[in-house]
């Protein structure tokens, strides 16, 4: 009887140790939308290669991945969509200039719903019969920066943002024209090819500048070994063969 007690208290503080451990052994990643597939195959190809560490996976705008990193969030690595908002990370201290590497690029599309009318150039975009468009908002989704960049440079912005339905992020302006709740949408390739059954792509649209994802581990990341592991895994042969399967190009 005397020994149950003790014993009970051991067993309680093993129980609380191996729960810190496993804490401790969670790699948590902050990832733009449109990586939510080839990230969710990718994890537990890290996982067998890492025993011991598990993912911990954070899917949203990189705008607002990023604005939960600044307010605390525990978060190991972040890879974001653009370089401005990885270039905000780093002016915020969040991420060091030297630990930061490009592991993907992507492309800008424009997408219709898979029965509906497609436009032959962007200027059609601006024709009645296409009355509502999703565009990711520009402020916290690279997809909609991107855009406004397209649009802005062909003159078009000002036509195209009375019909614009913003959109939160990628993966919400592909369901939107998936669901034909519009006439046609701004997306990256990669997501576009996901639902090929439901949306085709009208236009392929050239980017002033590439689209070039950024990863980076947190320079305050509370697991950071397994953020620097994590974030070379990335550059690797096996994860870059799952990306390219999504259609991720280099670099």
Not at 17 to 44: G, Y
Not at 177 to 183: H, I, M, N, P, Y
Not at 210 to 226: D, E, S, W
Request: proline share 7%.
């Amino acid at each position: 009887m005397t020994l149950k007690r003790p014993l009970r208290a051991l067993a309680l503080a093993l129980l609380a140790c191996s729960a810190w451990v496993a804490q401790a052994a969670e790699v948590t990643v902050s990832a733009a939308a449109s990586l939510t597939h080839a990230l969710r195959e990718i994890a537990p190809l890290y996982e067998a290669a890492h025993p011991g560490q598990r993912l911990q996976l954070n899917f949203g705008a990189s705008g607002a991945l990023l604005q939960q990193i600044a307010k605390g969030a525990p978060v190991d690595v972040f890879a974001s969509a653009d370089q401005e908002t990885m270039d905000q990370a780093q002016a915020q201290g969040l991420v060091k200039a030297e630990q930061r590497r490009d592991f993907v690029s992507n492309t800008l599309v424009v997408i219709v719903p898979a029965a509906g009318r497609a436009p032959g150039s962007l200027a059609d975009l601006a024709r009645p019969g296409f009355a509502r468009i999703a565009v990711g908002l520009p402020a916290s989704v690279p997809v909609g920066r991107y855009t406004k960049s397209v649009l802005d440079g062909a003159g078009l912005w000002g036509a195209i943002e009375p019909k614009m339905i913003g959109a939160n992020n990628v993966r919400q302006a592909l369901d939107y024209v998936a669901r034909g709740e519009v006439d046609a949408g701004f997306v990256y390739a990669t997501d576009a090819a996901l639902m090929t059954d439901k949306v085709r792509v009208a236009l392929t649209v050239p980017t002033p500048k590439p689209i070039r994802y950024p990863v980076a581990p947190l320079a305050q990341a509370p697991n950071a070994a397994g953020a620097a592991s994590f974030a070379k895994f990335l550059l690797g042969p096996q994860a870059q063969a799952v990306l390219a399967r999504y259609g991720f190009g280099k670099p």
